[in-house]
């Protein structure tokens, strides 16, 4: 499982750089529904064994993805892009990272 958790901390990092990641991109305002369709496929692919430590990097890049996407709506409108489907693309993310890490 290390290398498997090592992989996915690797492909979170990807999409937090900029200027090609997905939230690199958001940083920035900039909002392609097909990218963020793409990077929910990537979060879905996240599957950790149940009553397992999680790797703390992994957690780290993960809980803050919802969190962070709130914070981009108003740099997508000023940019021109779909709030709409923003709003829709943070609550997808927000649902798979509680269920990638649990909720309380």
């Given at each position: ?49 149940q ?16 969190l ?20 829709q ?16």
């Open positions: 499982m290390g290398e498997q958790v090592q992989n996915w901390i690797q492909m979170l990092e990807t999409e937090w750089q900029t200027p090609g990641g997905f939230l690199g991109k958001a940083r920035k305002g900039i909002f392609a529904p097909q990218q963020g369709t793409g990077f929910t496929s990537k979060l879905e692919s996240i599957k950790l064994p009553d397992t430590p999680i790797d703390r990097r992994l957690v780290s890049l993960l809980w803050y993805m919802p962070f996407l709130g914070w981009q709506k108003k740099r997508v409108v000023e940019k021109g892009g779909d709030l709409l489907a923003f709003e693309l943070t609550n997808r993310v927000e649902a798979i990272v509680g269920k990638i890490l649990g909720v309380p």
